[in-house]
């Protein structure tokens, strides 16, 4: 792999349903690897569920190599039994990721909604679409905890090398006559 390509594991932490998305970075593009979700419904022992993630996440870096590991943050919400089962599926998938030696990268699900829509507030199916056109793929699967993950995977390009320039820019009309291509009329 050149130093341009990288391959990023997303992660959308759950109890019930684990969603994931790999990309592949080649400069300023990227491409869908895979995208699935780990389902935990069928297991009642919390402790079971955490071990499952544990070992899926470690089988996924196994197998993608890939070098960083981008990660939803817990929200802050009013359950804080939910939260807390949250933030133990987050942590679990970051010590799979640690035990491979992985940097790991979080961001809260408002800055991932801004990337992916430009709204912080904006819904699990609108992510979905704007992580399918923008990987064009050919369509959305049964779970949106899948495209999450591939969304946080999309945040960490968007955030890091993948939207950077050695361009300077005085202003947005300078921007605009140097970047044709990347203006839509």
């Given at each position: 792999m050149n130093s341009e390509e990288r391959i990023i594991l997303g992660i959308d932490p759950g109890t019930t349903i684990m969603g994931y998305g790999i990309i592949k970075v080649h400069g300023r593009k990227a491409e869908c690897l895979?995208?699935?979700?780990?389902?935990?419904?069928?297991y009642n022992d919390h402790y079971v569920k955490l071990r499952r993630?544990?070992?899926?996440?470690?089988?996924?870096?196994?197998?993608?190599?890939?070098?960083?590991?981008?990660?939803?943050?817990?929200?802050?919400?009013?359950?804080v039994q939910s939260m807390l089962k949250l933030g133990r599926a987050q942590g679990v998938a970051m010590?799979?990721?640690?035990?491979?030696?992985?940097?790991?990268?979080e961001y809260a699900p408002l800055k991932i909604k801004?990337?992916?829509?430009?709204?912080?507030?904006?819904?699990k199916e609108q992510v979905a679409y704007m992580v399918k056109n923008y990987l064009s793929l050919t369509d959305v699967p049964e779970?949106?905890?899948?495209?999450?993950?591939?969304?946080?995977?999309?945040?960490?390009f968007f955030q890091n090398q993948g939207l950077k320039t050695d361009k300077s820019y005085n202003s947005w009309k300078d921007f605009m006559?140097?970047?044709?291509?990347?203006?839509?009329?």
């Amino acid at each position: 792999m050149n130093s341009e390509e990288r391959i990023i594991l997303g992660i959308d932490p759950g109890t019930t349903i684990m969603g994931y998305g790999i990309i592949k970075v080649h400069g300023r593009k990227a491409e869908c690897l895979t995208l699935g979700v780990i389902d935990l419904k069928k297991y009642n022992d919390h402790y079971v569920k955490l071990r499952r993630i544990f070992e899926r996440t470690v089988q996924l870096i196994d197998d993608y190599k890939p070098d960083e590991l981008a990660i939803e943050a817990p929200f802050y919400g009013k359950n804080v039994q939910s939260m807390l089962k949250l933030g133990r599926a987050q942590g679990v998938a970051m010590a799979a990721a640690l035990s491979r030696d992985l940097p790991i990268f979080e961001y809260a699900p408002l800055k991932i909604k801004m990337a992916l829509t430009g709204n912080g507030k904006a819904s699990k199916e609108q992510v979905a679409y704007m992580v399918k056109n923008y990987l064009s793929l050919t369509d959305v699967p049964e779970y949106l905890d899948a495209t999450d993950g591939l969304a946080a995977a999309v945040c960490h390009f968007f955030q890091n090398q993948g939207l950077k320039t050695d361009k300077s820019y005085n202003s947005w009309k300078d921007f605009m006559n140097k970047n044709p291509n990347r203006v839509k009329k």
